[in-house]
């Protein structure tokens, strides 16, 4: 005779909020955002630039909600952001950016920075030498690069200094080897030297003048400037 079977039911258990079912517990709470995460191609943009950011809303689960977001950026100098999250450098600065949901929010700071510039400063003065009778010409000479991106630098290829006297003579001056070795001057760096020129007081210095060559993306470039001795 064959054996009847049993049969046997399992309800589903409710604990907690949760649905006790075979495989584990399931939540039975409805979505609820708890955290925004915002998103920026790069946190270092020029002036001029524009990008991207995005955002996510998450739930407790972790998973994405759609949710209307509101985009904000404080202070608004540095730069601004439209409806849809799209951010444009304005004047370089430190601002935060900020997507908000409700009573949630969240975002990073943003900085804005100046395109990369090389610049090349001559200080000079002059007047007779106590000991001796000699013009002195003391001229300080800095190279300095400001603004640009993280990694932007220059290549300085070549570097002349000049001092012209009053009968026309123009002498070529030495450099230290440190101006120029190593080449590459970085956003945010600077080389400096400090010299002086000697001459006879009958044919005293009168001018200094200073060139500088250099490479950046490929592309070759000069700068230069002179100071009159006096």
Same mark, same amino acid.
């Given at each position: 005779?064959?054996?009847?079977?049993?049969?046997?039911?399992?309800?589903?258990? !409710?604990?907690? =909020?949760?649905? %006790?079912?075979? #495989? &584990?517990? +399931?939540?039975?709470?409805? @979505?609820?955002?708890?955290? /925004?995460?915002?998103?920026?191609?790069?946190?270092?943009?020029?002036?001029?630039?524009?990008?991207?950011?995005?955002?996510?809303?998450?739930?407790?689960?972790?998973?994405?909600?759609?949710?209307?977001?509101?985009?904000?950026?404080?202070?608004?100098?540095?730069?601004?952001?439209?409806?849809?999250?799209?951010?444009?450098?304005?004047?370089?600065?430190?601002?935060?950016?900020?997507?908000?949901?409700?009573?949630?929010?969240?975002?990073?700071?943003?900085?804005?920075?100046?395109? !990369?510039?090389? =610049?090349?400063? %001559?200080?000079? #003065? &002059?007047? +007779?030498?106590?000991?001796? @009778?000699?013009?002195?010409? /003391?001229?300080?000479?800095?190279?300095?690069?400001?603004?640009?991106?993280?990694?932007?630098?220059?290549?300085?290829?070549?570097?002349?200094?000049?001092?012209?006297?009053?009968?026309?003579?123009?002498?070529?001056?030495?450099?230290?080897?440190?101006?120029?070795?190593?080449?590459?001057?970085?956003?945010?760096?600077?080389?400096?030297?400090?010299?002086?020129?000697?001459?006879?007081?009958?044919?005293?210095?009168?001018?200094?003048?200073?060139?500088?060559?250099?490479?950046?993306?490929?592309?070759? =470039?000069?700068?230069?400037?002179?100071?009159?001795?006096?």
């Amino acid at each position: 005779m064959a054996e009847r079977g049993t049969v046997k039911w399992r309800w589903p258990v !409710f604990v907690s =909020g949760c649905l %006790l079912a075979a #495989g &584990g517990c +399931e939540s039975t709470e409805p @979505p609820r955002a708890v955290e /925004v995460v915002v998103g920026l191609p790069a946190p270092v943009m020029l002036v001029g630039a524009s990008q991207q950011a995005t955002a996510l809303v998450l739930d407790q689960r972790g998973e994405a909600m759609d949710l209307p977001l509101t985009w904000r950026i404080s202070p608004a100098g540095p730069a601004s952001v439209s409806a849809a999250g799209q951010v444009t450098g304005l004047a370089a600065g430190e601002t935060t950016l900020t997507a908000s949901t409700g009573d949630l929010s969240g975002g990073g700071l943003l900085t804005v920075v100046d395109s !990369f510039r090389l =610049g090349l400063s %001559l200080t000079v #003065g &002059g007047g +007779e030498d106590p000991a001796a @009778p000699l013009w002195l010409c /003391v001229y300080s000479v800095r190279l300095e690069a400001n603004g640009g991106l993280p990694g932007d630098e220059a290549r300085i290829v070549g570097l002349s200094l000049f001092a012209e006297r009053q009968s026309g003579l123009v002498d070529t001056l030495s450099l230290p080897p440190r101006l120029i070795d190593p080449p590459e001057l970085a956003a945010g760096s600077s080389k400096a030297f400090l010299g002086t020129e000697k001459s006879p007081i009958t044919d005293r210095t009168v001018r200094i003048t200073i060139t500088a060559d250099y490479v950046r993306g490929g592309a070759d =470039g000069t700068l230069d400037t002179s100071e009159i001795c006096s």
